[in-house]
């Protein structure tokens, strides 16, 4: 086979062409669209799946590692997707196809999350700061209704002088999220004053908010 030509792939006895250097594949009488996402950090590879799959039942998404390959894969069995894997000179290319009569269910209860540190996990520093502004990020991108986030503790830096973590917080509230800082915190770390998002709680506030009925509750 030529440079050129086209790569053909067997799949359920269902013939796949895909056209070499394209962006759009026939893939089982289908046109889809592909996605680039080689070279991008967890978990902004499944973001684009997530927001691709918002316009259209069918996408190719291209990435160049295992961990992004299985995050992605696992999202779309997850929300009800047939997913195909194929391995070229591209990298890994996953092709996506809503199952019919299969829809994700979602559960509308509202969701509180309590963060009581800066980072998030116990290792290293800069780890956990990484993995903080990712779990910040994939909330934003939920389907699921962020109700409030708490910051707690060390959490508070969050608020007052993180500046990864202020504009992710912002485009939450912006989605209707209500952000509460602890008042004690901000006076314990002397931060009141540079407060940059929300607004500030005491404990029994917040115990009342984690304990209301109908909530889904996260603790980190």
């Excluded at 779309?76 to 047939?82: A, T, V």
């Excluded at 910040?136 to 002088?161: A, P, Q, W, Y």
């Amino acid at each position: 086979m030529s440079q050129g030509s086209i790569l053909a792939v067997i799949h359920n006895g269902n013939l796949i062409f895909k056209k070499k250097k394209s962006i759009l594949h026939i893939w089982e009488g289908i046109v889809v669209k592909q996605i680039d996402a080689r070279g991008l950090e967890c978990p902004k590879p499944v973001i684009l799946t997530k927001k691709a799959l918002e316009e259209t039942n069918s996408i190719s998404i291209l990435v160049d590692n295992e961990v992004a390959r299985d995050n992605v894969r696992r999202f779309g069995e997850n929300g009800g997707f047939d997913v195909t894997i194929l391995e070229n000179s591209k990298g890994i290319e996953l092709f996506l196809k809503k199952i019919k009569g299969l829809e994700k269910t979602t559960n509308n209860s509202p969701v509180v999350v309590l963060i009581k540190k800066d980072v998030f996990g116990d290792g290293e520093r800069a780890l956990g700061e990484l993995l903080m502004k990712n779990f910040l990020t994939s909330l934003l991108e939920s389907d699921d209704k962020i109700g409030s986030l708490i910051f707690m503790n060390k959490g508070v830096v969050l608020t007052t002088t993180s500046e990864d973590a202020i504009p992710i917080l912002k485009d939450l509230e912006a989605q209707g999220t209500r952000i509460f800082s602890c008042g004690t915190c901000l006076d314990f770390y002397e931060l009141k004053d540079q407060l940059k998002i929300g607004e500030i709680t005491n404990m029994y506030s917040a115990t009342e908010l984690l304990l209301k009925k109908n909530i889904r509750t996260i603790i980190i």
